[in-house]
């Protein structure tokens, strides 16, 4: 039933050795008292001084985002998605569940997808960051959003720029799906208005479209 | 020539009325540049949050909120609930702060204290036995003579326990709304609404209310996009009119939007109904009497009575007691078809039980009953009941109670019908033909999902013989024309006709400027592909730009209003579905295998997005059946899910094949546009109970059907 998340979608663990889930969101990267958890963070906190300590105050962070380099200024709790959202203006993202789950906010990092509000913006320093604004606008859609329109796969549409994502990500790792592995491969993402049946054919469909030429 | 000026054209000359037209946002959509509530961001803006009360049932004893005031990046604190206040749910709101960072406002909510006194609360009520004097009994309500019938000793009795829980609406963009008080003293909210038009007004009220000075005039609301509603978002809630007091007292924009788990907590939930029911009917199928006792909560409010027998409401000789239990839950809100789909499963199950100890194919049964239903939607039914039993492959498939193939994977095959209103709310647009040639519709309307641009798109380019795209769609905005709230399947009706009348008015404006170009009268006009020619001859025209140019320098306006002249829609709709299941006995899990819709809704305007309503429909049926429910504990009061990970949605994988007929033609067709949003998500509920129950040969009594529960009724005696 549930529990389908794709194992590969899996962002990249950040240079600094402390990666995504080991902090629990609003707390200083420097604050170790109760409101931690986690084994990893513990890990991190004890970790030797050469180990970066960044916060709690605002620091400077480089994202490389659609190409383009920004240089911000964030508190180290802040997550990617909420820097790309408030700070760069990139709403295709959402926030739905802000805690890894429903897939609304799936960007690519060095274009293996990630849910960004899983991820600390100083965590993506270093990396390559794709947002749905960086493979397609709606005068220049991509095979997938083509496909999407075409199929009707959305309905509100608050899902469907993660759904895109995810989409175009899994059809780089697997060009020729079947409808099981289109099925298990897009678990990680939910809808609540019931556009699966459109998503399926839309991703059978992008995929024939994208056959011997390049997108995104 | 249609009977009256605004008739929706004859089959055969629909043009794109009811063809599979693309939605108009849906490359707007795709590409991420749809800009919803929470996406609004002006420069300074500040960010909202708000302080909840942990406890179901509590009294605010203190309150300090004197060091969030003094944390850097703190604008405002405004307390909500002042100490003394009564709290009735964990999750209502208490204070609320303003920053100018999100996480600013996590601090600064940690920093303010208050102190309860909790008081006795109550969360389930499944167990009526436990609600003591929460239980509120309404009165009993009799027709024809309930005692006798159940007494005939011919008569065959079917008796059961059948039950729906209390789920939330889960709208993936959480409530609330960006408000911008402007020093000139107007209010601009940009909000997640379904309720365009009306919110300013609801606004305004809310903060006079809190001895807020200000004019609805002096108020607009914009909702370009909405992440969902389904019934959740009509008013502005508290929150609508906190964001907009932040606002006026920091002279900033100031955006609140729901935390996930608030938004789950508080904002809108389905009421519970669980019921014993009992039914009477003869050897050969024919129902003689229903008596049920049933009970449900909406939080501390009504809920209503569930509307059973359902859909067969002549069912002769009824006995009904219904008890509303008051819980410390939250407040219930209209979820998509408010009570219809606990009232299918209180009444398709009772019915499908009676079917079984009579040993008769359940769709018989349904169709030996008809004429208890609304004489308006019988032969649908008939109809609706036969095409979904082929595309289910019934005949095939469905078998007595309990697949006794061998093995654990047991098969099976349940019916449910339906019923909804759908009547088209009232709608005023503007329409205008520019002398270029353009043409903006413009109405406070609003598209949930459910493509009322489209129709909106594909209505007025139809009647005034353009492309879709040679329409400009505005909505959104309650500057528009005043349209009604998207809510009861009220919408395309609505719209549709408000945008038939205007275009048939601003189109008649053009046609008497266009004809002495060419040398007739006005009525001898059409205008059809692009062009204004007189009817039937292609050779006396001119093209659509051509003929607007003649405005010169004068742009045509029409207004056009439902309900108005001429017969363009109706109400009530009929439907029928079948779900067929796998039950896994060792597992208990339930996999959809197909469901099969069979849906009418009068005249389609646009065949795409009508049957993407009903393949979401039937996906939310999946969901609320299987995985979904407000998960209440006993011992703390509060919500155990509040969260995407448990309070479970299907996933692309957990839905089968899904089946969409749409009927129309001859019967249909000429009753003109009616609502589709709420019918198609009724059935499923009972549809899969019935499948279910088929399968294993036990019926699982109420939904989620969890495998728990599934392996509960077997062990009570299915077939293991």
Not at chain 2, 106 to 125: C, M, S
């Amino acid at each position: 039933m549930r529990g389908k998340r794709d194992k590969h979608r899996r962002p990249p663990a950040a240079k600094g050795g402390v990666t995504r889930r080991d902090f629990l969101r609003g707390a200083g990267v420097t604050v170790s008292g109760g409101l931690l958890v986690g084994t990893q963070v513990g890990k991190a906190a004890q970790a030797p001084a050469s180990s970066a300590v960044a916060g709690p105050g605002a620091v400077p962070v480089t994202l490389h985002v659609n190409g383009k380099v920004h240089r911000l200024q964030l508190e180290p709790r802040v997550t990617l998605l909420e820097a790309l959202r408030n700070e760069l203006d990139l709403t295709g993202a959402k926030k739905v569940c802000d805690r890894g789950v429903c897939g609304s906010c799936t960007v690519f990092v060095d274009r293996r997808p990630a849910y960004a509000c899983d991820l600390l913006a100083i965590e993506a320093e270093g990396h390559q960051i794709t947002t749905i604004e960086g493979i397609g606008s709606k005068d220049k859609l991509s095979p997938v959003m083509h496909a999407f329109v075409e199929h009707d796969a959305q309905q509100c549409g608050f899902c469907t720029p993660g759904f895109v994502m995810a989409c175009t990500a899994f059809l780089e790792r697997n060009p020729n799906p079947t409808l099981e592995e289109v099925e298990k491969g897009l678990g990680g993402n939910l809808c609540r208005c019931g556009t699966y049946a459109g998503i399926r054919l839309a991703v059978l469909d992008a995929a024939k479209a994208m056959k011997g030429g390049s997108h995104a | 020539m249609p009977k009256c000026k605004y008739d929706w054209p004859e089959a055969g000359d629909r043009g794109l009325i009811g063809e599979s037209i693309d939605r108009v946002d849906g490359a707007v959509k795709s590409s991420g540049r749809a800009r919803y509530s929470y996406d609004v961001h002006p420069s300074g803006m500040l960010y909202a949050r708000m302080l909840t009360c942990p406890y179901a049932h509590a009294k605010i004893t203190s309150m300090d909120t004197s060091a969030a005031e003094k944390l850097p990046g703190v604008k405002a604190v405004l307390v909500i609930q002042p100490v003394g206040s009564e709290i009735q749910w964990a999750g209502d709101e208490i204070v609320a702060v303003a920053t100018t960072s999100e996480a600013a406002a996590d601090d600064a909510l940690r920093l303010i204290k208050v102190e309860y006194d909790q008081l006795p609360f109550l969360v389930n009520e499944e167990d009526l036995s436990k609600a003591g004097d929460r239980a509120k009994p309404s009165a009993e309500q009799k027709s024809g003579d309930p005692d006798t019938a159940f007494k005939d000793p011919d008569a065959v009795i079917s008796e059961g326990y059948y039950g729906a829980q209390v789920i939330t609406h889960c709208c993936l963009e959480t409530h609330g709304s960006m408000a911008d008080w402007r020093p000139d003293g107007k209010l601009k909210t940009w909000s997640s609404t379904q309720s365009v038009s009306d919110l300013p007004g609801q606004i305004g009220e809310g903060l006079r209310l809190q001895k807020v000075d200000i004019q609805n005039s002096d108020i607009e609301t914009v909702c370009q996009y909405i992440g969902g509603g389904f019934g959740s978002k009509f008013s502005p809630d508290r929150w609508g009119i906190v964001v907009a007091q932040l606002s006026k007292q920091t002279g900033k924009p100031v955006r609140l939007m729901l935390e996930r788990d608030q938004d789950l907590e508080v904002a809108g939930a389905r009421p519970s109904y669980y019921g014993k029911v009992r039914v009477a009917g003869k050897k050969d199928g024919t129902i003689t009497g229903w008596d049920s006792d049933t009970w449900g909560t909406g939080g501390m409010g009504p809920s209503g009575n569930p509307p059973v027998p359902y859909v067969l409401e002549g069912i002769p000789n009824q006995l009904k007691k219904h008890t509303r239990v008051n819980t410390n839950i939250g407040p219930s809100r209209a979820w998509r078809a408010p009570n219809h789909p606990q009232a299918a499963i209180l009444t398709m199950c009772a019915l499908d039980d009676l079917a079984d100890k009579l040993g008769m194919d359940p769709i018989e049964l349904l169709k030996k009953n008809i004429d208890f239903a609304p004489e308006i939607l019988r032969q649908a039914y008939v109809e609706e009941l036969d095409k979904a039993a082929e595309l289910a492959e019934w005949k095939k498939y469905w078998h007595p109670r309990g697949d006794k193939t061998p093995g654990h994977l047991k098969r099976g095959l349940g019916v449910s019908i339906h019923t909804w209103g759908g009547r088209g709310h009232a709608s005023t647009c503007l329409i205008a033909i520019h002398p270029d040639g353009s043409v903006d519709v413009k109405l406070g309307s609003q598209d949930l999902g459910t493509g009322t641009r489209t129709v909106i798109a594909i209505t007025v380019a139809q009647t005034l013989g353009l492309p879709v795209d040679g329409v400009n769609v505005m909505i959104g905005d309650s500057a528009y024309p005043k349209s009604g709230a998207s809510g009861g399947s009220t919408t395309v009706g609505g719209v549709s006709g408000s945008t038939r009348r205007g275009a048939i008015d601003a189109r008649d404006q053009l046609f008497a400027v266009v004809a002495p170009a060419l040398g007739v009268e006005p009525t001898q006009l059409e205008s059809v592909n692009g062009r204004i020619q007189v009817t039937g001859d292609p050779s006396k025209s001119l093209s659509w730009k051509q003929a607007c140019a003649k405005l010169g320098v004068k742009t045509i306006e029409a207004q056009g209003k439902n309900p108005g002249q001429c017969k363009l829609g109706d109400s009530g709709v009929g439907g029928a579905q079948i779900a067929d299941v796998t039950v896994d006995t060792e597992t208990g899990l339930v996999k959809i295998n197909r469901m099969v819709a069979a849906q009418d809704c009068g005249l389609i305007i646009d065949m795409k997005t009508a049957e993407s309503q009903v393949y979401g429909a039937l996906t939310m049926g999946v969901t609320y059946s299987l995985f979904e429910e407000k998960v209440m504990d006993d011992q703390t009061g509060i919500m155990l899910n509040p969260n995407m990970e448990f309070y479970k949605l299907a996933g692309i994988g957990d839905i089968g094949e899904l089946v969409v007929h749409m009927m129309t033609g001859p019967g249909y067709d000429e009753r003109g546009v009616i609502g589709l949003g709420e019918p198609p998500v009724i059935s499923p509920g009972a549809a899969i109970c019935n499948a279910v129950t088929n399968a294993i040969g036990v019926r699982v009594p109420t939904i989620p059907i969890t495998p728990e529960k599934v392996l509960a009724a077997l062990a009570k005696g299915g077939m293991a």
